[in-house]
């Protein structure tokens, strides 16, 4: 006898969910959280550590964003066949957490700097209220492209710097890191009452740049630094110019090998 079993169809590692915010919370001056979840959530499987979504964004004047209609290739690729300047406008954010839900739904943690600038997310940060409705572009599987903090086994320790634009994933990172791994963090952020409590196994020396108290950068934090022995991993992320500035000191003047440093814009000045 034999039988045989129908493959089970692929997942896309990246979807369209159709979210409700469900909470806000301020967090300090420069931070709001918002939580999204209901229904549309179910299937959201994110991989921790520095996950990151789309959220698709109205443009000025309109109402709501215009998103891709379901269909054939992937969502990004519906998404660039609309007409430029309709289309949604698409913004990264990182997933600070995210909780499965006993209905089969999951809440969805997303903080956002409210930057002065009038920008599509921070304008619909700052008006999003419970029911409110927004499609993000998330992750369907664990393993996704989308985690990019990812350190090698022989990692003896970590290097960890973030403005407050990062600071949602840096902390993200810091939960999952393995018990007793050392962790050097240098954390930037406008104000004092943006610092956060953050939980993590690792031993991890954190600092705080607090702008507003006169503190360094975090180039210049980490130049006159010394680090520990041993074979490292990097993990920088925010303002752009910081981000290459820092990667330069540690590859081009400290000599790390550059595989081991992950790099990563989430804005320009």
């Known amino acids: 006898m034999t039988s045989t079993t129908a493959a089970a169809p692929e997942v896309a590692p990246f979807q369209l969910f159709d979210l409700t915010v469900v909470r806000t919370r301020r967090l300090g001056p420069s931070i709001l959280r918002i939580t999204l979840g209901g229904p549309g959530s179910g299937g959201f499987r994110g991989g921790g550590r520095d996950q990151s979504l789309s959220l698709l ?6 109402r709501e964003a215009v998103v891709p209609a379901a269909g054939g290739g992937t969502w990004h690729e519906r998404w660039r066949a609309l007409p430029e300047d309709v289309r949604a406008v698409l913004r990264s954010y990182a997933v600070r957490a995210e909780r499965p839900r006993p209905d089969g739904s999951t809440e969805v943690d997303v903080d956002f700097v409210l930057h002065g600038d009038g920008g599509p997310a921070s304008r619909w940060a700052r008006a999003a209220a419970p029911g409110d409705r927004i499609t993000v572009a998330g992750p369907a599987v664990a393993d996704n492209t989308a985690v990019r903090f990812r350190p090698p086994a022989d990692t003896d320790w970590v290097l960890i710097r973030a403005d407050e634009t990062a600071l949602s994933a840096a902390a993200a990172v810091l939960e999952w890191l393995p018990a007793g791994l050392q962790a050097r963090v240098w954390l930037e952020v406008p104000c004092t009452e943006d610092r956060q409590a953050l939980n993590t196994a690792a031993k991890a020396r954190i600092r705080w740049l607090v702008r507003n108290e006169g503190a360094a950068c975090g180039v210049e934090a980490v130049r006159a630094a010394e680090l ?24 081009q003047e400290r000599g790390f090998a550059p595989e ?5 814009t989430y804005w320009t000045r």
């Not at 520990?228 to 590859?251: D, K, N």
């Not at 081991?260 to 990563?264: A, E, G, K, L, M």
Request: aromatic share 6%; proline share 11%; charged share 15%.
């Open 57 to 62: 964004l109205p443009r000025p004047g309109q």
């Open 228 to 251: 520990p022995a041993g074979t490292p991993y990097v993990w920088i992320a925010g303002e752009a110019s910081g981000v290459r500035a820092l990667r330069h000191h540690l590859v």
């Open 260 to 264: 081991r440093v992950t790099s990563t």
